[in-house]
């Protein structure tokens, strides 16, 4: 029973360590809002850029990162 107990207490340690279920889906969450955004940016023309202050160049850069490349401010 104690060996059961100290490897099931081990195993939960573990997994806090890493983070929670609740982490995970908070960033795939952020993945895929990010991906969304960087989806309507590339579909905005040069006059729309120009209306919020970027250039197309800016633009495709943002647009190509990946989904997880979040910014740190989100991960709070």
Request: glycine fraction near 2%.
């Amino acid at each position: 029973m104690f060996a059961s107990l100290h490897t099931s207490t081990l195993a939960v340690a573990h997994v806090q360590s890493r983070g929670t279920l609740a982490d995970l889906t908070k960033r795939l969450r952020l993945a895929m809002t990010a991906r969304r955004q960087r989806a309507q940016l590339a579909r905005l023309d040069d006059n729309m850029l120009a209306d919020i202050g970027i250039t197309p160049r800016q633009a495709a850069t943002e647009a190509a990162r990946p989904a997880w490349d979040v910014p740190s401010t989100w991960l709070r």
